[in-house]
């Protein structure tokens, strides 16, 4: 320690995080001695490591723990890749995932793919660049292959999918069963009394649009009712695309008296295309969605719609990552946890009340 050289504190000089650089330099010691004193390590001194340890708290130093690892050959850094943030449900998986890892001693990476596979490719790269320890990811509507997965799995890293998948494709996944909360939210439709219950039917190549709409004909099946292809349209889940769905129903001969859309934003398109025509809801045209997203309450009327799981969902898909950390060097049989809906059901579909006054 004799040889210590003057320096100015790392405190003085802005803003920026202290390194262990900052910490030899000021002792005047080299950063491999700072490093074994901060790991406690028996080659270092007493002195030298309290000195160290001093030093470290004065300055608020903050141990870089991804380079740490990188160091190590270890990481504790997970990727999530997911469609988007907006909105109740990734927002809520991410969270989800978030408070687990934390508590396993994880920090999360988020990506974003903007529904774009070329993005999500991208985002692929960039966290097999920082050396994840694992991916959890739900793919984009426009995901048609898993290919650009594999070099995922050739490295060894573990692989999670939740929510989204793939049809014909075997994975390690969280998923909700979505062909039961399709079926709860038409059965209570039929229910009310609609006999014309229509569909807005998300892309058929990713599992939880196809699902639904295999719930939705499994209600018409138990209600003694074919299934009309006219009311069941294809639609891109947005806002926009609700109105022109909508907009198509309504010019049918024999339009709907319900509408089940695969996702809220499109069943509130649907909504402000009724307001706009002055048609009522529930009375002339019921409805119901799925994610039982937050505008589901602002709306007026509020929307019936079929509840997801998200932080449950986000929880479990790390419990499942952690299960194939555990099982490394080991057999692992693929593995999808499926998590039950519940429906929430609200004012824009009930008309049981307004039928018996009649």
Same mark, same amino acid.
């Given at each position: ?5 003057p320096?100015?504190k790392?405190?003085d000089?802005?803003?920026s995080?202290v390194?262990?650089?900052?910490l030899?330099r000021e ?12 790991s406690?390590?028996?080659?270092i001194?007493?002195a ?8 470290a ?17 270890t990481?504790?850094?997970?990727g ?16 989800g995932?978030?408070?687990?890892a934390?508590?396993a ?9 903007s ?5 999500e490719?991208?985002n692929?790269?960039?966290l ?13 509507r426009t995901?048609?292959?898993?290919r650009?997965?594999?070099?995922v ?7 999670v999918?939740?929510d ?7 994975v ?9 909360g399709?079926l709860? *939210?038409?059965?209570? #439709?039929?229910?009310? +009394?609609? &006999?014309?219950?229509?569909?807005? =039917?998300g892309?058929?190549?990713i !599992?939880?649009?196809?699902n ?10 138990s209600?003694?009712?074919a ?9 891109d ?19 709907p008296?319900?509408v ?8 509130l398109? *649907?909504?402000?295309? #009724?307001?706009?025509? +002055?048609? &009522?809801?529930?009375?002339d045209? =019921?409805?119901?969605?799925?994610s !039982?997203e937050?505008l589901?309450?602002v709306?007026?009327?509020?929307l ?9 969902m ?6 499942l990552?952690t299960?194939?950390?555990?099982a490394?060097g ?10 039950q ?18």
């Open positions: 320690m004799a040889g210590r050289r320096s100015a790392p405190s000089a802005g803003h995080p390194s262990m650089a900052d030899a002792l005047g010691v080299s950063m491999t001695t700072i490093s074994r004193a901060l406690d390590h028996h080659s001194g007493p030298t490591k309290q000195a160290v340890l001093k030093l708290k004065k300055l608020n130093y903050q141990p870089n723990r991804m380079a740490s690892s990188l160091r190590k050959g990481s504790t850094l997970l999530v890749i997911v469609p988007h943030i907006e909105g109740r449900f990734f927002a809520s998986v991410v969270h995932i978030e408070t687990a934390s508590k001693g994880y920090s999360v990476i988020i990506c974003q793919s529904e774009d596979v070329a993005q490719r991208k692929l790269e960039t097999l660049s920082a050396q994840v320890a694992g991916i959890l990811v739900s793919v984009s995901t048609l292959d898993l650009h997965f594999d070099k799995l050739r490295r060894g890293v573990p692989l999918f939740f989204r998948l793939l049809e014909g494709e075997s390690n996944a969280v998923v909700l069963n979505d062909q039961d399709a709860q *939210a038409t059965r209570h #439709l039929l229910e009310q +009394g609609c &006999r014309r219950v229509a569909h807005l =039917a892309p058929q190549h !599992n939880i649009y196809r639904r709409r295999q719930g939705y004909l499994d209600a018409l099946q209600h003694g009712l299934p009309d292809q006219s009311l069941i349209i294809a639609c889940m947005t806002l926009e695309g609700g109105r022109a769905c909508m907009q198509t129903l309504l010019s049918l001969s024999t339009p008296d319900a089940f859309a695969a996702g809220d934003s499109a069943i398109g *649907a909504l402000q295309v #009724l307001k706009s025509r +002055g048609l &009522r809801v529930p009375q045209v =019921a409805l119901a969605g799925f !039982n937050d589901t309450m709306a007026e009327p509020n019936t719609s079929v509840d997801q799981r998200c932080e449950e986000g929880q479990a898909a790390f419990r990552f299960d194939l950390v555990a490394e080991t057999a692992f049989s693929q593995r999808q946890v499926v998590l809906p519940q429906l929430f059901v609200r004012e824009s579909s009930v008309r049981q009340v307004e039928q018996g006054a009649k």
